[in-house]
């Protein structure tokens, strides 16, 4: 900054707007990327949903029919033993017949 700064007092700011912009630019920087990426993750959503689907199915492959419905028979049965155990004291005659209910197959 020299004697002609005082003539035109533009070029004597003109150092600090570059600081500024720079400052400014840096710190939008990351802001952008963040945009850019989250941008690509709408775009391709459904391709990355895809390929997380088959991985899933890849780990953990689904279980036939007749398995899921043992499992639902199972779940089934804790549960009437459960509602059993809970009904024990106040009406043992109705326990006794959830119980040979549960046990039957």
């Keep these: 900054m020299g004697f002609l700064a005082l003539g035109f007092p533009f070029e ?4 600090m707007t570059n ?4 400052a400014a630019s840096t710190a939008a ?3 952008i ?3 850019v990426f989250a941008s ?7 391709l990355l949903l895809g390929l997380f689907r088959a991985s899933v ?3 953990s492959p689904r279980k036939s029919l007749a398995e899921r419905q043992a499992a639902a028979k199972s779940a089934d049965r804790v549960a009437v033993h459960r509602l059993a155990r809970s009904l024990e004291r106040e009406h ?6 959830l119980r040979s209910l549960s046990s039957r197959d």
């Design 57 to 59: 199915v890849l780990l």
């Design 19 to 22: 600081s500024l912009v720079g």
């Design 33 to 35: 990327g963040l945009g």
């Design 40 to 46: 690509l993750l709408v775009v391709f959503k459904p």
């Design 12 to 15: 004597a700011v003109v150092p």
């Design 29 to 31: 920087r990351p802001l």
């Design 92 to 97: 043992p005659s109705l326990a006794a017949e």
